[in-house]
């Protein structure tokens, strides 16, 4: 069974900039989460998706947005970048209604400069 | 609202010890709880989860960790660390129910010293 991926790995951008990140859950997970992983502030909740749904938001201005397509893969567009916005950002899928577990990404590391 | 609190940012420890990292959690209502790891450049891989029954629970890595409700912990022990486990851990808890978000602890580095 694959595991959840991302793309791109790593990504560099001008403070300014636009980004689209990108997800791909397991097969038959319906649930997306995405977090911000900066450093020294642990795993940061931004947004989760459910059957093209978003379900809940984390504490993030909206410049941070996204989506969930028909086959639950996901993707996660940032506007207007600032510096802070350098992290690593993991996707998280889960089976929803049969487990709590989720199931992580590789991550995708953005910098921005 | 749920929230986690890791006591210790780092723990260093040597190679063959024994290790405790502590969790600590409010809800205001039963939770599931879960310690995950991340290895250097890598996403989190989850090493075991308290849903209900024993509180006693045992992970991959020959981790294990026990749920106390009435001190609201969930503190991940392992009784002889390797070189191996140098990694991140992060505790997280979760209010029962289908759309109730996981959060996450700020995070643990262990560091085993040879």
């Known amino acids: 069974e694959a595991g959840v991926t991302q793309s791109p790995t790593h990504l560099i951008k001008t403070r300014g900039q636009q980004v689209t990140l990108r997800c791909s859950p397991i097969?038959?997970?319906?649930?997306v989460y995405w977090y911000q992983q900066a450093l020294g502030l642990g795993l940061q909740f931004l947004l989760w998706?459910?059957?093209?749904?978003?379900?809940n938001r984390g504490n993030f201005p909206p410049r941070f947005s996204g989506r969930q397509f028909p086959n639950y893969s996901s993707e996660l567009n940032v506007n207007a970048l600032e510096l802070e916005d350098s992290a690593l950002y993991l996707c998280a899928s889960r089976k929803l209604q049969v487990t709590y577990e989720q199931y992580f990404g590789p991550g995708t590391r953005l910098t921005v400069t | 609202a749920q929230s986690v609190t890791q006591l210790d940012s780092q723990v260093p420890v040597f190679e063959e010890a024994p290790v405790e990292l502590r969790c600590n959690y409010s809800s205001s209502v039963s939770v599931y709880l879960f310690w995950y790891v991340q290895y250097p450049n890598q996403g989190l891989q989850l090493l075991l989860k308290y849903l209900s029954g024993s509180t006693l629970v045992k992970g991959i890595n020959g981790f294990e960790a026990e749920f106390n409700k009435s001190q609201t912990s969930f503190h991940l022990r392992k009784p002889s660390v390797h070189i191996s486990d140098t990694a991140e851990y992060f505790c997280a808890v979760s209010e029962p129910g289908g759309y109730q978000k996981v959060t996450f602890g700020i995070g643990t580095k262990l560091q085993v010293i040879p």
């Open positions: 097969s038959g997970h319906t649930s």
């Open positions: 998706y459910d059957e093209g749904e978003e379900r």
